[in-house]
């Protein structure tokens, strides 16, 4: 019979202010060296059982940033898994951060070709953010041939040059974007 292995309680806060106790399953970190902890909450769930409407308990397993997991008084973490991320590992025997793989298709190759008479369509791609960031929402903007580009292009170019210049926009280097700045 293979060994288990623990889940210790731990205090969980959750985006509103919440603490609850939950299961620690295990430690990861991503390539960036930021630290998350996969916990696991009961909670109610619907169940049909022969037939019948029920409500039982089911465990819903999430990952938390490190910074909102806080320990038991008295719980052992010993033998929860760890897990780093072999770039973090790489940089940190090293000292250096892994090369950059070249993109194909930048701009300065002349790819897409943007006119210059105003008649292009452009789509803004809204970017994730942490909850709790009190700075601007990222967007990128794109030309409406870019591989990159999520959702339809509604903008004209001079609608492009606006949202470009609200706080948290960048332009897309990759489709020829980044020349609306030189307007």
């Known amino acids: 019979m293979p060994e288990r292995t623990p889940t210790p309680q731990t205090w969980v806060r959750l985006q509103d202010g919440q603490e609850i106790i939950g299961r620690l399953h295990r430690r990861w970190q991503s390539s ?9 909450i009961t909670l109610w769930a ?23 997991v806080s320990p038991v008084p008295g719980a052992s973490y010993k033998g929860v898994p760890v897990r780093r991320h ?11 951060k892994p090369p950059v793989m070249p993109q194909p298709g930048r701009a300065e190759a002349g790819w897409p070709q943007v ?49 470009l210049r609200r706080p948290g926009a960048k332009a897309c280097d990759m489709c020829g974007a980044d020349r609306l700045l030189a307007r």
């Open 115 to 163: 006119r210059e008479d105003g008649s292009d369509r452009w789509s803004v791609q809204h970017l994730r953010y942490a909850y709790d960031s009190t700075a601007p929402r990222p967007v990128v903007v794109h030309h409406s041939s870019c591989f990159a580009a999520k959702g339809p292009a509604e903008l004209s170019t001079a609608q492009a040059v606006e949202a």
């Open 32 to 40: 960036d060296g930021s630290w998350y902890y996969e916990v696991s």
């Open 46 to 68: 619907h169940a049909v059982v022969h037939g019948r409407d029920v409500a039982e308990p089911a465990d819903i397993t999430f990952s938390a940033p490190a910074s909102h």
């Open 86 to 96: 072999p770039a973090v590992i790489a940089r940190a025997r090293t000292g250096r």
